[in-house]
T-cell receptor, first 114, second 109 residues
């Protein structure tokens, strides 16, 4: 158990729709990062939030956006879904930005876009 | 972000030690070296991490080369539950992970 929970575990959306994925981090963890993992690939960094502010972004378009809340929960929003957005979306939390802390991952949300 | 090179796949017999190598020649002086593993359809699981010195925990040992350009994850006695994809991830402050392709470990009974 990592203390990081994600919901929903599976969902199916239609191309062009919007989706919101949710993550609950460990209490006290001020940093949350989101990753996209396509089948057969390693996870790809989407963005990171620290104390409710975006603190870095990978090579993802603006239709991928996020929010972090004071209660250690966060959201990943994807607008105008495309077929290639079908993937496992992972949330990871850590205490802060200091290097050397353990980062804890959730089990992920499987998104299928049809 | 430092680039990593790992073997695509490795095999080990059950109850034998496994040495998983990683090359990270572009690592910066303040990058920690994290190792995670991932089973199919699950999130990555923390294994171990270190900066300069060798590290041990209940799961594994991490041997870091003196020049820090490579490291080796050591599983002392492989079990069937250790079959997974292992990722070596150098990470600076910010803890933003850039995963490579990892090493798929097969454990043979």
């Amino acid at each position: 158990e990592t203390g990081v929970t994600q919901s929903p575990t599976h969902l199916i959306k239609t191309r062009g729709q919007q989706v919101t994925l949710r993550c609950s981090s460990q209490s006290g963890h001020n940093t949350v990062s989101w990753y996209q993992q396509a089948l057969g690939q390693g996870p790809q960094f989407i963005f990171q939030y620290y104390r409710e502010e975006e603190n870095g972004r990978g090579n993802f378009p603006p239709r991928f956006s996020g929010l972090q809340f004071p209660n250690y929960s966060s959201e990943l929003n994807v607008n105008a879904l495309e077929l290639d957005d079908s993937a496992l979306y992972l949330c990871a939390s850590s205490l802060d930005l200091t290097g050397g802390h353990t980062i804890y991952f959730g089990e992920g949300s499987w998104l299928t876009v049809v | 972000d430092a680039k990593t090179t790992q073997p695509n796949s490795m095999e080990s017999n059950e109850e034998e030690p496994v040495h998983l190598p990683c090359n990270h020649s572009t690592i910066s002086g303040t990058d920690y070296i994290h190792w995670y593993r991932q089973l199919p359809s699950q999130g990555p699981e923390y294994v171990i991490h270190g900066l300069t010195s060798n590290v041990n925990n209940r799961m594994a040992s991490l041997a870091i080369a003196e020049d820090r350009k490579s490291s080796t994850l050591i599983l002392h006695r492989a079990t069937l539950r250790d079959a997974a994809v292992y990722y070596c991830i150098p990470t600076n402050t910010g803890n933003q992970f850039y995963f490579g392709t990892g090493t798929s470990l097969t454990v043979i009974p």
